[in-house]
């Protein structure tokens, strides 16, 4: 294989993921329902997402072998604080994978006030996620929103301001 190419692809694998970090969020159709799971906290209790029904779900998918995930969960932490003073607005972050002590130790280190859900046998794949970190806007209704491929800096102004109008905006009558 041709050393130029090969750095191509390497370039595109490291510099796609932070090019997406300035970009809003993808639309979906709100015909599009998000199918319903129940997986395991970090605490073993189960958490479902028809639970979370009456409020906006961001739920994000992550590893803790993904270095820029590990790092967007503090942004995260900040849009979470930020919309939950003024939106019925949770935050789901489910790890793809088996590493429970890995999870743990990450959050004694940097914690977080939302949900961390474990999908040890990766059962979301329905969901249908292209790469990590992957991030879905949920409806109160249950139905997806938006979607980001890659990392987003959750916290920045442009951000929350984005996500504060679409929450303001929204017409549950739209839906289904």
Same mark, same amino acid.
């Given at each position: 294989m041709n050393l130029r190419y090969v750095l191509l692809i390497i370039g595109l694998l490291v510099v796609a993921p932070i090019a997406n970090a300035e970009r809003l969020l993808d639309p979906m159709p709100l015909t599009m329902i998000a199918q /319903?799971?129940?997986?395991?906290?970090v605490n073993g209790d189960k958490q479902t997402l028809k639970d979370l029904r009456g409020s906006f779900v961001l739920?994000? #998918?992550?590893?803790? +072998? %993904?270095? =820029? %995930?590990?790092? +967007?969960? $503090?942004s995260l932490e900040d849009l979470f604080d930020q919309l939950r003073k003024d939106h019925k607005f949770e935050v789901l972050a489910i790890h793809a994978g088996p590493d429970l002590k890995g999870v743990k130790e990450l959050l004694e280190v940097s914690p977080v006030s939302f949900k961390i859900l474990m999908d040890p046998d990766l059962q979301m794949g329905q969901w249908g996620v292209p790469?990590?970190? $992957?991030?879905?806007?949920? $409806?109160?209704?249950?139905? #997806?929103?938006?979607?980001? =491929?890659g990392t987003r800096v959750w916290n920045a102004p442009?951000?929350? /301001? #984005?996500?504060?109008e679409v929450m303001n905006g929204? /017409?549950?009558s739209t839906s289904l």
């Open positions: /319903d799971f129940s997986l395991p906290k739920v994000n #998918f992550w590893s803790t +072998e %993904c270095v =820029i %995930c590990r790092a +967007e969960l $503090t790469q990590l970190p $992957t991030s879905y806007l949920v $409806t109160p209704d249950g139905s #997806f929103y938006y979607r980001a =491929i442009y951000m929350v /301001d #984005f996500l504060r929204y /017409d549950s």
